[in-house]
């Protein structure tokens, strides 16, 4: 009777953990789309401030930076890096979320997922603050457009040039070959309670970000703003973490930012 029992209990925890992964994941891709649309309302914004000379939504085009400025800017940043690294994490997300549960099922701690979620976007916004420093910086020498981008040609080489030589260093394939194997980063990371998962969160967002900070100072190049470059790159980063040859495609597009960069840099 047991292994009856047994038998029939399998299933059952299988499709549980089928149940609680499709609720996971629908909350991520809510999470996602609502970053998207807070973006979307933004670049929104922004345009109706260059076609008609009134204050946008979010995105103030004054070099006079107040605290309030700040304060929305590192917002826009915090909600853009929301919607370009989140569906990236999933797995990792879905991998931790598979061990709690099993340490649930043998009456050891468990922790909502939410709180590793959690201490991954502290590390994007610690990541948005730099950024946003970083671009008020910018704007008070005249460094951005009204669009947001380099108007200097040295300094989107220097940022293509940096960021084409950083896909091919330790550091960077240390960081991606962690975020390609979830399973192992959350094996040889675990730390048990509340404390642990938010740690644990912190020190993903850290890899993440030891992946893909370059990319991003790529947005002063081609437009903090524009989605479709937003959206270009936020696939760049998909494909390298989670595909097959994904290590491969960052190479070869590391390549290419240094041949623009270096093209940049001589012609512009």
Sequence with gaps: MPAVNNASA???????????????????????????????????????????????????????????????????????MVGMMVPSAAPMILTFATLN???????QNFVPVS?????????WGAFSVAAT????????????SPLLTATSPILGAVLLIAAGLYQFTPLKQACLRNCRSPFAFVLNHWR???GGA????????LICLGCC??????????GVMDLLWVAGIAVFVFVG?????????????????????????THG
């Design 198 to 205: 938010l740690r644990m969160g912190l020190e993903h967002g």
């Design 241 to 265: 973490k989670l595909l097959p040859g994904g290590i491969w495609i960052g190479r070869a597009g590391g390549g290419v930012m240094l041949a623009l960069g270096v093209f940049l840099l």
């Design 213 to 222: 900070w370059a990319l991003m100072a790529l947005l002063f190049v081609v």
């Design 192 to 194: 048990d309670g509340w």
């Design 133 to 144: 420093v970083a671009q008020s910086a910018l704007s008070s020498m005249a460094l951005l």
């Design 115 to 123: 709180v590793f979620v959690f201490g991954y976007l502290i590390t």
């Design 101 to 107: 549960r099993s340490k649930r099922a043998r009456g």
């Design 10 to 80: 399998k299933p059952r925890a299988a499709a549980l953990n089928r149940r609680a992964h499709g609720v996971i994941l629908l909350a991520l891709l809510a999470m996602t789309a609502i970053a998207w649309l807070y973006l979307l309302t933004v670049s929104r914004g922004m345009s109706d401030t260059r076609m008609d000379g009134m204050p946008g939504m979010a995105m103030p085009m004054t070099v006079v930076w107040t605290p309030a400025t700040f304060a929305l800017t590192f917002a826009m940043w915090w909600v853009m």
